[in-house]
């Protein structure tokens, strides 16, 4: 059974893509995840200039979900243009470079960093759901906002494909991505964490995060996430690439969010559960699965569920 496609022109070995801010600080980290499978690497959210993160404790989790408030640290563009190059001195496999930006205007800025190094895609992260008391509602809750931040980036990004990660805290979903779409976005990611949520400590009855709120993942949120890709995909006919993320833990996850209609599949979570091989894990299972059932093709499951309900009606 084939794991590989090719993507606007980008060959994927096998659909698993690491999900940004997991791991993916360095050229030596994004190495060890492409040694464990990945079939593609997608950096941490990267800001114009230095920006602090949040103080600790930033992350807490249990079996069923994680809520993190990391804050999007980062060095700034230019030490991060240092590891993309020395990554795709190489490049083991497909690079993705994830932006994030306070406004529109910033979002174009550190595009025009970023292309210059060529990563294969960029992808915008306009839906970090911490960010209301730094900079308002985020980008992705309003159509005007996400069309803007995609036409920004868009005027920037030349060749390269741009991705604009949707937040599934709207109540509309399809209409935000349809008004990227008319921007000119060249696919999604579907979805970014969930809420903000909150987690008390009983004791001493504070938030247990210190920013108080932070952003719900792991196996909790992977049915807000199947609904949300099918959402983006119907509200865009299939046309764009989704690269599917939210509670992917196995390969049949993996599996569910194609049939939703996700190409390619992130893991962000899953690497602190499952460990490192995750990757390979997921592929190994998606491959064993596929074979039982007779499938030749990894990319005949995508869309999958919208072709056998138009089938149905
Ligand atoms: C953070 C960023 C995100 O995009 C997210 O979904 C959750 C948390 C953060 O760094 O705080």
Known sequence: MNLKQEVLGVIFENPTVLASG??????????????????????????????????????????????????????????????????LKDKP?????????????????????????????????????????????????????????TKCVKEVSGKIPVFIKLSPNVDNIGAIASACAEAGADG?????????????????????????????SGPAIKPIAVKCIADVYAATEGKLPIIGTGGVYTGEDALELMLAGATLIGIGTAVGDRGINVFQKVCDEMQYWC????????????????????SRS
């Open 188 to 216: 999604f990611t579907a979805i970014n964490t969930v809420g903000p949520g909150m987690a008390i400590d009983l004791r001493s009855r504070m938030p247990i995060l210190a920013n108080k709120v932070g952003g719900l």
């Open 22 to 87: 997991i791991m993916g600080v360095t050229a030596s980290s994004w190495r060890f995840c492409a040694q464990n499978g990945a079939g593609a690497i997608t950096t941490k959210s990267l800001w114009i200039k230095e920006h602090l993160g949040n103080p600790n404790p930033t992350v807490i989790s249990t079996d069923h979900w994680t809520l993190n408030a990391v804050g999007l640290p980062d060095a700034g563009v230019e030490k991060a243009e240092q590891e993309i190059a020395d990554y």
């Open 291 to 310: 074979t039982n059932e007779g499938i030749e093709n990894i990319s005949d499951m995508i869309g999958g569920m919208h072709k056998e309900l138009a």
């Open 93 to 149: 496999t497909p690079l993705i470079g994830n932006i994030v930006a306070g406004s529109i205007e910033d979002f174009g800025k550190t595009a025009e960093h970023i292309v210059k190094f060529k990563p294969d895609f960029l992808e915008v992260n306009i839906s970090c759901p911490n960010v209301e008391d730094e900079f308002g509602k985020p980008f992705a809750c309003s159509e005007p906002d996400a069309a803007a931040a």
